[in-house]
């Protein structure tokens, strides 16, 4: 079922190499916030230059409702890099995995640390704050 005002993820990976691409979309992303720009985002995490959670490379986040996937996915597939977009829900196995969809090429997560089903710590945090 489509919730509009469903949680979502969005995790931008980068590389010591396309850093600059991701702190340029991070800032587009930021300003968007402050000029209340359509695109819909609600927060965006800091880059995270280590690997955190399940995310074995560096990345940022980003959250946002489902009801704003339309703004926010070319925006993410123009900037060129690797993002994993997600919905949170209370298994959060299946938000990164089979309920993710990938933009670029996918990255092998470490599953390891994510909640039990029945839990997801990323529904507390969401519009509030990252890792």
């Known amino acids: ?5 469903a949680p979502y993820h969005a995790h931008v990976y980068y590389t010591a190499d396309s850093r600059p691409a991701a702190a340029g ?6 300003a968007s916030i402050a ?6 985002v609600l927060y965006v995490g800091e880059l995270r230059d280590h ?11 980003l959250h946002f409702h489902q009801g704003n996937l339309p703004r926010i996915l070319p925006v993410l ?4 890099l690797t993002v994993l977009v997600h919905p949170l829900t209370d298994d ?9 969809h990938w933009i670029g090429t996918p ?4 599953v390891a640390p994510l909640d039990p089903p029945g839990m997801n710590q990323g529904i507390a945090r ?3 704050t990252d890792f």
Not at 35 to 40: A, L, S
């Open 35 to 40: 000029t209340r720009d359509p695109i819909g």
């Open 92 to 100: 959060d196995l299946a938000d990164h995995t089979t309920l993710a």
């Open 51 to 61: 690997a955190v959670g399940p995310h074995p490379q560096p990345q940022f986040e």
């Open 1 to 5: 079922m489509h919730d509009p005002s």
């Open 126 to 128: 969401f519009g509030r």
């Open 25 to 30: 979309l991070r800032d587009r992303l930021l």
């Open 107 to 110: 990255i092998e997560l470490d």
């Open 77 to 80: 597939e123009a900037a060129g």
